[in-house]
Every structure is written in C-alpha cells, then in structure tokens.
C-alpha cells in the first residue's frame, strides 16, 4: 500500500494563480482553480494554496499586480514552494519577470496541460504529437524567457555567421517543428489507410470532456479492457473495438478528452487523432452530470466539435454518474417519489434540449446500460438503412 503521507511530501510543492475580471466571475474563477488543482494533482505535483486577485485585464508585465507577487513571494518562502501554476497562458517575457520576483519555477496551465500529456504519449504518434505541441509553444516564448537550449543540430555548422543564440535556437526549434510534421504526416498516411480499412462498418466515436468516464463506458459497451482511472488525460491515444449488438456490427471508438483553455497548438498537433471524431458516422458525447460545472463542460465541448466541424454530425448525448449526482442532490430524508421526480426533470429537461437524444446512465453501476444500448442500436440501425438501403447483413 502507498503510504500517502510520503507520496505527497515526494510531490511537486505548488500554488496556484488565477485571476477574477470581467470575462471571468469570481465563481469561474474558483471552478478554473479546482481544475487547475486536479491537473496539477494528474502531473505529480500538491496545490497548497490558491491566489486569486480582481483585475480588469491581465497585467502585461507579470499577470497579477506587484502586491501580488510579493504576497505569493513571501508564502514562497515560508513553505519551500517548488512550482507556480497560473491558470491562464503567459507570455514569455511575463514567465521571465515573474520568475525573477519569485525566484521560483512558473509555468502555466498549457505548459502543465503538455506536461501531462508527454507523460501519458505511449504510442510513437501520441509522443510525436506532444513533442511537436511542446515545441510550437516554445517558440514564441523563446525570446522573452530565453533558456539556452540543447544544441540539436550539433557540432560545426549549426550556428550561422553573425547569428546571435536565440536566433540560433529560433532556427532550431522551426527546423524541429518542420520535421516532426513530417514524420506525423507519414503517420497521419498509415492512420487514414487503416481507417479506410475498416471496411463498411458504420463508426461510433465516444466524445466528452476529459474524466467524465469515456474509457469506462468504452469498456461496458465493448466489454474490452481500455486503461481508464480518475485522472486528466488518462486517454491519448483513439481506441477502437468492433462492437456487434444484436448481430449488428459496428466500430467504437474512444478519443482524448477535451478540456476549457485547451492550448490550440494542442489541438492542431493531435489533429490526427482528432480525426476520428471527424470521420465518425454517430457520436457518443458523454457528460459527468455529477459535475458542478457540467452545463459548461458540456457547451465547452460542443464549441469543440463546432470548430472540428462535426457538431452537425448525429449526436447522443448520454449523462453518467447519475449515482454520484444522487449522492450531491438528494437528502437523506427525501421521499422515494421526490426522488425520482427530481430525476424525471433532469431527464425530460435534457431530452427537450437535445431533441430527445440524451440517456441518464452510471457506467460504474452499469445503470440504464440496457436502455442506451438499444438506443444506439437504432441510431447504428437507421444509419446502415440509410447508407445501404438494399443490403440486408446487417440486420436492421
């Protein structure tokens, strides 16, 4: 057994900054930090306290007021802090002042967001993938936190005539970037062939923001043994399984969650797997309804699959952990027909909004698994009448 006393005194000490103006509620603001918590917890580090300041825009020196600063500073000190995340993304002349206040490591919350994913990349497109993010996120930091970097290239010739470092490093890192996309593109090649392979069965993809319990109803569904846990990220790479109910076949595929302030580069850099989203007849966009903030995880990844151009694509929209929201909204002494009525709200409140495409479920407690699964067996069904209206081997 893991002593957890030990684990967390091993763990990164860390603070966390956020900032409350006028695009961003006090509330937000503390919703933003319990995330930015849980990914720090994800990427091995402890979050022993939170800073938070009213501004109307970000400083452009150093994201929060000097006073700030000095505040954090001083808290620095007395606890031997080895890490300051900021919850928004900082430029690179912003890291350098700060850490020259500090005198402590900064990063924010897409340096850390690409922190957690090198350390989940196990495929080789997943690590080129994060590799080529990292990169393009560097790049135009390079000249405002300038930190003397490898020398790739090596040897005699890597530095041209009159060239300063950073511009030397500038070369280096475009000189990177222009070769791991080549090497994805090659990849990307052996991915759409492989795709192509699969033949004429109709394609599911499960969707959502990231922990609300993808890879788990992915194992329900398929009855296969996907890595799932209760961490950011626990998904980079697409898994996919053929599932057949009923006799009627089909692919199921489970894909990287989304999450709010997702660096973009991050995006463009996982286009590849991203992809399958993209191609995928049917989507499965899956909720955490136990979430406080579940309304705006679920418009969050809705803007996603706008900007995938997918959004237009049938979509069922299943809300698990219904378990778990029981437990956050029902009292001990609340009545069995009270109960279930607050349930009859939620559900016929979301079938109103999706247009009667939405499942109530606990994938843990495997709830209502009989009723989604008929559920998608329709939509698969009236997919393949539609797409092979005079085949019969798929028994719709």
Known sequence: MIDKKNSIQKAERAVLVGLIHKTQTEEQSKEYLDELAFLAETAGAVALKRFSQKLEHPDSKTFVGKGKLEEIKTYIQLKDIQVVIFDDE????????????????????????????ASRAKTAQAKLQVELAQYQYLLPRLRGMWKHLERLGGGIGTRGPGETEIETDRRIVKDKISLLRK??????????????????????????YTNVGK????????????????????????????????????????TVGFIRKLPHHLVESFKSTLDEV??????????????????????????????????????????????????????PWLEEGVKQEIMSELRERWERETNGNAVLISATEKRNIDTLRQTILEKVREMYRARYPYKTEYNY
């Open 215 to 254: 890879s788990t109803l992915m194992n329900v569904l398929s009855k296969s043994d996907v890595f799932a846990e209760n961490k950011l990220f626990a998904t980079l790479d697409t898994t996919t399984r053929k599932v057949v109910f009923e006799a009627t076949p089909f692919l199921l595929s489970d």
């Open 90 to 117: 900082l430029s690179g002349s912003q890291i350098s002042n700060i850490e020259k206040i500090l005198d402590t490591k900064t990063i924010d919350r897409s340096d850390l967001i690409l922190d957690i994913f």
């Open 183 to 208: 090497r994805l593109k090659e990849i990307d090649k052996q991915a759409f062939t492989q795709r192509k392979d699969r033949g004429e069965f109709i394609r599911v993809a499960l969707v959502g």
């Open 278 to 331: 993209r191609e995928a007849d049917i989507l499965l966009h899956v909720v955490d309804v136990s979430h406080p903030g579940y309304e705006e995880q679920y418009g969050v990844v809705n803007k996603t699959l706008q900007e995938l151009s997918a959004f237009e694509k049938p979509i069922l929209v299943i809300f698990n952990k219904i378990d778990q929201y029981e437990k956050n909204v029902f009292d």
